[in-house]
């Protein structure tokens, strides 16, 4: 039986592996040293954006003011301490289930790619031991447009050849990401237990744990 879904984009952290706790510490040390502290609410809002978005928004969020060049040393520091905390990453710190879904699309042949705002995302999946799972990557330094803007996603799925992206299913754990998704065309599957999630995407999945595309298309299509 043939398919109907003929390609997937996969978001990494917070879908493949959970840094997001690790954002969330950095941004908190930097925030002890210029004054401000972060909320677990304002945290989210952070979900899927670039450093310099989640910067500014922060940064307004707290009515801070900064040079350009303060906050240049600013995510300079944050992103130093970020990257001490994944400095001991291994496939071990895949989310369970997420190699053997890549592994079922690769043996499926349903291309993949990877379409992250991080611009840490090739030492991370690198880290993860994925990096020659997928056919095309994209990250936080291939764009100009940060999520909520589709660049990152249509950039991935132009590199698929893929052209109806309404045939393309894109992972994402964060609000922009789906958004992102949704004014790219593509179908929109959220990660994770935030139940905005669950209001915005096509679909949600908590893990992916017994996760295949016949799940995924019995979920989607019937
Ligand atoms: P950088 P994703 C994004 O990656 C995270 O979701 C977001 O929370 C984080 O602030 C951003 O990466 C960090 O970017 O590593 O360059 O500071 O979810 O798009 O894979
Ligand atoms: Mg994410």
């Not at 592996?17 to 908190?28: E, F, G, M």
């Not at 879904?101 to 031991?129: D, M, R, W, Y």
């Not at 909520?148 to 249509?154: A, H, I, K, T």
């Amino acid at each position: 039986m043939e398919e109907k879904i003929k390609g997937c984009i996969f978001d990494l952290d917070g879908v493949l592996t959970d840094t997001v706790p690790l954002h969330y510490k950095s941004w908190c040390l930097l925030g002890e040293e210029v004054g401000f502290s972060l909320t677990p609410d304002q945290n989210k809002k952070l979900k899927g954006k670039g450093r310099l978005d989640s910067l500014n928004l922060i940064i307004k969020e707290s009515n801070l003011n900064f040079s350009e060049r303060e906050k240049e040393e600013m995510m300079e520091k944050k992103n130093r301490w970020f990257l001490e905390e994944i400095e001991q990453f291994s496939t071990e710190n895949l989310f369970p289930g997420a190699l053997d879904f890549l592994v079922h699309l690769t043996e499926k042949q349903i291309p993949f790619a990877l379409a992250s705002g991080s611009k840490n995302a090739k030492i991370i999946l690198e880290k993860l031991g994925l990096q020659k799972m997928f056919q095309c990557i994209f990250d936080g330094n291939d764009v100009s447009l940060g999520k909520p803007d589709p660049e990152l996603f249509v950039k991935a799925a132009d590199c698929l050849s893929l052209s109806d992206r309404a045939e393309i299913i894109v992972f994402e754990d964060s609000v922009a990401g789906i958004e992102a998704a949704h004014k790219g065309g593509f179908i929109a599957v959220g990660f994770g237990a935030d139940p905005e999630l669950k209001e915005r995407a096509h679909l949600t999945i908590e893990n992916w744990e017994g996760v295949d595309i016949e799940y995924l298309e019995n979920r989607l299509f019937s």
